[in-house]
């Protein structure tokens, strides 16, 4: 990923969570960027952001790194069953993680879930944009892979 996009991105989002709101920014971002990039270092971030989190908002130390890393642990899992790189997945798991955050750290509310919901749905749109990726469909890609049109020439 284009780094030099991400990290003042990622950097706002976690201090506008810590001074402004209760919205959980930082899992959104969390979540977008381990659909679009699957690599293992999202957990370490993942954690780290989460200790600081904690120590920050004075909580218990390490709850919500152990929430951020489960929420993208059971993505993973689902990779396989689900198509994840899509928005309706996105809004989906934003939705329920949201939910579950919410419920857990703070009051749960409806409204804000679905917000937190419509802001994953955007920032999905916005970072695959940023890393010139095509939204993926699995029809798409099977019925026009390129590779399989270039073979028959």
């Given at each position: 990923m284009k780094t030099k996009f991400f990290w003042p991105v990622f950097i706002t989002a976690f201090i506008?969570?810590?001074?402004?709101?209760?919205?959980?920014?930082?899992?959104?971002?969390?979540?977008?960027?381990f659909v679009i990039?699957?690599?293992?270092?999202?957990?370490?971030?993942?954690?780290?952001?989460?200790?600081?989190?904690?120590?920050?908002?004075l909580r218990v130390i390490g709850i919500t790194s152990i929430f951020l890393i489960t929420v993208l642990f059971l993505v993973g899992l689902y990779e396989k069953k689900f198509e994840t790189s899509s928005i309706y997945f996105i809004f989906t798991i934003?939705?329920?993680?949201?939910a579950i955050y919410l419920e857990i750290f703070y009051r749960f509310s409806?409204?804000?879930s679905l917000i937190c919901a419509f802001l994953?749905?955007?920032i999905f749109l916005?970072?695959?944009?940023?890393?010139n990726r095509k939204i993926s469909s699995s029809y798409v890609k099977k019925k026009y892979d390129t590779k399989l049109y270039f073979k028959k020439i």
């Open positions: 506008i969570e810590i001074v402004l709101t209760s919205t959980p920014l930082v899992l959104l971002m969390l979540l977008n960027i990039e699957k690599k293992d270092w999202i957990f370490l971030l993942a954690f780290f952001s989460g200790i600081i989190f904690d120590v920050v908002s934003s939705f329920i993680s949201s409806l409204v804000q994953g749905g955007v916005f970072l695959s944009l940023l890393i």
